[in-house]
């Protein structure tokens, strides 16, 4: 069974750009959720879509923003690049069955974002 | 505030020689524990799920366990390929998909 996938893998920006990142999860798996890892912060969440809907938001900023689609597969975008945007932007994917609490989710390899 | 807590923060062993990393945690409803192993410019490799104090999973060298407050990995008679970055993480009442993280445990087993 294929893995979590991220397209790009990497990325360079400039400031005040924007990006787009795309995940395409496990088959069968209609969870996903965005992280962001930093050497500062670790990995913080950012958002989780299920069945098209944002459920779950993390404590960041309006720029950064996803959609899911039919498909399960999600993508993110950050608007008006920051510095401090630069960082690794994990996917994970999961089945959500809802019966005994948070499913185990399953990574991609990741995005790495520089902002210039 | 919700919040994990790994220690120590880096640990250096020799081969063979085990020892426990620990993942503390202060939550207001605990939905599940999770450990991952994290490679250097990779993502994070699921190891074990544990959603109840008292719950033991096991794989290869690695055996964690699961408290009140607490969980532990433990790893027995290391390899140098068990040098990664380990990762705990909980989940919450709240928000059922939303992962907390710690900040990790680098590990490096030397040969």
């Known amino acids: 069974k294929a893995g979590v996938t991220q397209t790009p893998r990497y990325l360079i920006k400039t400031r005040g750009q924007q990006v787009t990142l795309s995940c395409s999860p496990i088959?069968?798996?209609?969870?996903v959720s965005w992280y962001q890892q930093t050497p500062g912060q670790g990995l913080q969440f950012l958002f989780e879509y299920f069945s098209e809907t944002q459920r779950n938001k993390g404590n960041f900023p309006g720029r950064f923003s996803g959609r899911q689609f039919s498909n399960s597969r999600s993508e993110m975008n950050v608007s008006t690049l920051e510095l401090g945007d630069s960082a690794l932007y994990l996917c994970?994917?999961?089945?959500?069955?809802?019966?005994?609490?948070?499913?185990?989710?399953?990574f991609g390899p990741g995005t790495r974002l520089t902002v210039l | 505030e919700d919040q994990v807590t790994q220690s120590p923060e880096a640990l250096r062993l020799q081969e063979g020689e085990s020892s426990s990393l620990n993942c503390s945690y202060t939550?207001?409803?605990?939905?599940?524990l999770f450990w991952y192993r994290q490679d250097p410019g990779k993502g994070p490799e699921f190891l074990f799920t544990l959603y109840s104090a008292g719950e033991e999973k096991e794989k290869e060298r690695l055996k964690a366990t699961l408290t009140k407050k607490e969980s532990f990995l433990h790893i027995t008679a290391p390899k140098p390929e068990d040098s990664a970055t380990y990762l705990c993480a909980v989940g919450l009442i709240q928000g059922a998909q939303k992962l907390v993280f710690g900040q990790g445990t680098r590990l490096t087993i030397n040969p």
């Open positions: 994970a994917s999961s089945l959500f069955t809802a019966t005994r609490g948070t499913d185990t989710q399953y």
């Open positions: 939550v207001s409803g605990l939905r599940g």
């Open positions: 088959s069968g798996h209609r969870s």
